[in-house]
């Protein structure tokens, strides 16, 4: 899978952004078509310094009230992943780039970040041999089987104790006498 991805980003999508800048270039011009692209490498560079901003702002406010951050660091990610397509030359690019860093398509593009990275952390963990071990994972705590409270074996014989000399808590580490 990944030598596909390698495949697509560094033969497939090069020959796509020559061919449509070629076909840019045939309707309006070679020099308009320059012009459009180093008009499109402005405005991008402007709309990813206003919400860099935007998204820093949000990400500080949500640290000062003490909440987790997550949509915050994910929206600045995705501001910087747009920033570096806007400025790579071609129209594709900066098409996918727009929608990364617009206010009003970036939700749709977090959505569809979160729905991607779930689906392969979810089966990544299916095929670890330590998905078991963590929690959320298939039978870790948290699961899709986990249970609320110890989980017994049918049959099996519950024993009623009671806890005779336990140490402190604020013991010190060391040897015993």
Sequence with gaps: MLRVLLFLVFLVVPVLEIWALIQVGQVIGGWQTVGLLILDSLIGAWLVRREGRRA???????????????????????????????????????VL??????PFTRPLARRGLGWFLGRRVRAMTAASPFGMMFPG???????PTASAGPVRRPGA?????????????????????
Excluded at 97 to 102: A, H, Q, S
């Design 56 to 94: 820093w702002r949000a990400l500080r406010q949500a640290l000062e009230s003490g909440r987790m951050p997550d949509r915050e660091l994910v929206d600045g990610a995705l501001v910087v992943a747009g920033g570096t397509l806007l400025v790579t030359p071609g129209f594709l690019s900066d």
């Design 157 to 177: 014989r519950v024993v009623s104790g009671q806890v005779v000399g336990d140490e402190p808590r604020d013991a010190a580490p060391g040897p015993r006498a």
């Design 97 to 102: 780039g727009f929608v990364l860093i617009l």
């Design 137 to 143: 994972g298939p039978t870790g705590p948290g699961g």
